[in-house]
């Protein structure tokens, strides 16, 4: 009789989502369906690499907008973007004195979305500097820093030297009055100090003035060093958020 | 000695710092999925939709070639470096380029060490006089950070002038002080006009101004290495050192020993809010100052005076 007949007329939406999860090669990638019960939920986080910086649960308070204001994501969120931004400009850039400029206009004209990419990457790097300042503050004002969370404070001080020297070097390589000229204020800063002054501004634009040797110095510890050590300190600026009990919240 | 030990009372010195969370409250809590990865996820889309409307609204500054020939005025660093370079304009630049941010960073990270209670833990400005040290920091901050800066650039002359009705600048102002003496700022107190003054605008003893240190106190010689020349400039040393540093050091300790006295600040939280509040406060004060009051040859002006850099 009827219950024994396969059902008619099933919604679309559920006979795609059979024909999307229910072959081999999704489940041969997640092996779940969609997690439905909290241990299935638990486990989802758990498991997956993406997922399992996080704990299984949080603490209800934790998910309050208001409590943080999300900075501390934002600013991760604004690196990955910035990551995935600045990877597709050095596909058109190359950092040499004579070639950056062109390069730059080059960018901004010839190639598509050239200009879009740019920009991004410029209104992120500044909304970093912003949201990692505003991290701080909030961390500050909730007074998170207590302990146990003393020394991710001082991982977080660091990211923050780490964050202001990224945009820093960043802020050399389209090589134009702007840049040069920051960059030459900005080193002559740190070489206006008597005793090692002026080793260290010679060791960081490579030479008496801004030129091809603090070009090619910025753009690698832009794209390679700087990110990698960012990269590491965020890695246990992240775990020891967890090892220290998640988001501060009132004892 | 050992048995003594624990007599200085919760272990707490080594190790055993209490966990966060002595207990777990699972109906407090909620599962990270759904409940935090779907809010990531939306905030994600947002802020990715937000900078790319952003990117397409507004087109990043490419100025000419860069020509080390052409020294544009004002030239100006990074607009989060600008701080700096305003500090740079008021003491030595030893001090603001690389003493003070280095000295400042590490008190920055100490600040956990300094405020080791669990007062005020995870909620927002939650001890009992956390918005009034929040508030009074950073007007103190501001206000103070707004007013060295003036005196520094000679502009306090200018307010002077205003008052005292110089009739070549403000021709419809009102005189509020008539008495022609009083007109002009006076010669005798010349040394007012700036921190710099005080090198310039009063007579040093030559000898103050090349106390030769090399050849009379360090005597390197008498190791068996060359003779020094360091020569020693004390006005110079008072301006760009003594009186920073002093300032810089002893304001912050005024206004904490103030809060102290007006009951303002009790615990050592209060002061942490009142300490980070003042320099939030002097560092957006000095921010502003470098990025929109500098014009040609750094001078202080307002910001519809600031023309762009020319080079």
């Known amino acids: 009789m009827a219950t024994t007949e396969r059902p008619q007329g099933r919604p679309l939406a559920d006979r795609l989502y059979d024909f999307t999860v229910n072959n081999r090669v999704w489940r041969s990638i997640i092996r779940t369906g969609y997690p439905n019960t909290p241990r299935n939920q638990m486990l989802a986080v758990a498991t997956n690499v993406f997922l399992h910086l996080h704990p299984t649960r949080i603490h209800r308070t934790h998910v309050k907008i208001t409590h943080t204001y999300c900075l501390g994501g934002l600013s991760f969120f604004l690196f990955l973007g910035l990551t995935i931004t600045g990877v597709l400009l050095m596909f058109y850039y190359v950092p040499s004195v004579e070639r950056a400029y062109q390069d730059m206009q080059a960018l901004q004209t010839d190639v598509r979305f050239g200009m879009l990419m740019r920009n991004t990457h410029r209104w992120m790097a500044h909304g970093m500097v912003i949201t990692v300042l505003m991290h701080m503050m909030r961390v500050f004002y909730t007074g998170a820093y207590k302990p146990p969370r003393e020394f991710n404070w001082i991982v977080g001080v660091v990211l923050l030297v780490l964050t202001l020297l990224l945009s820093f070097t960043g802020y050399l390589l389209p090589w134009d009055e702007l840049a040069f000229w920051a960059i030459t204020v900005g080193t002559n800063m740190i070489g206006s100090d008597p005793v090692l002054g002026e080793v260290n501004q010679f060791v960081m634009i490579g030479g008496f003035e801004v030129g091809q040797n603090a070009l090619i110095r910025f753009y690698t510890l832009h794209v390679v060093g700087l990110p990698l050590i960012a990269a590491i300190f965020m890695a246990v600026h992240f775990w020891r958020i967890r090892r220290d009990g998640g988001l501060a919240r009132p004892l | ?311």
């Open chain 2, 1 to 311: 000695m050992v048995a003594d030990a624990p007599a200085r009372g919760p272990s707490r010195s080594r190790g055993a710092v209490p966990s966060a969370r002595p207990r777990r409250q699972r109906e407090e809590e909620l599962l990270v999925w759904p409940d935090l990865v779907f809010v990531e996820f939306i905030s994600a889309l947002v802020f990715t939709l937000t900078f790319v409307a952003l990117a397409i609204l507004i087109n990043a500054p490419l100025q000419d070639r860069a020509n080390p020939a052409n020294t544009p005025n004002p030239s100006k660093a990074p607009w989060y470096f600008l701080n700096l370079q305003e500090l740079l304009l008021h003491m030595h630049p030893a001090l603001a380029g690389v003493i003070v941010p280095t000295v400042f960073l590490i008190i920055l990270g100490a600040v956990p060490f300094f405020d080791t209670s669990n007062e005020g833990q995870g909620q927002w400005l939650s001890t009992p006089r956390a918005w009034p040290n929040l508030i009074v920091g950073f007007i103190v901050g501001t206000v103070g950070t707004w007013a060295l800066i003036i005196y520094n650039s000679g502009k306090h002359i200018v307010v002077f002038e205003r008052f005292t009705f110089d009739a070549d600048s403000f021709d419809n102002f009102p005189p509020l002080i008539v008495d022609e003496r009083l007109r002009e700022w006076p010669e005798s107190l010349n040394w007012l006009t700036s921190v710099r003054a005080l090198q310039t605008d009063i007579a040093w003893p030559g000898e103050l101004e090349t106390i030769p240190l090399g050849e009379t106190f360090v005597r390197t010689d008498l190791l068996g290495l060359p003779r020094g020349s360091i020569q020693w400039n004390f006005p110079a040393w008072i301006v760009e050192q003594a009186i920073p540093v002093n300032l810089m050091v002893g304001l912050p300790i005024l206004l904490c020993l103030v809060a102290w006295r007006l009951g303002l600040a009790k615990t050592r939280r209060d002061f942490m809010i009142l300490m980070f509040s003042g320099w939030l406060g002097s560092y957006l004060a000095l921010t502003m100052a470098g990025t929109y009051f500098r014009g040609e040859g750094l001078e202080l002006l307002w910001p519809w005076e600031v023309r762009p850099a020319e080079s």
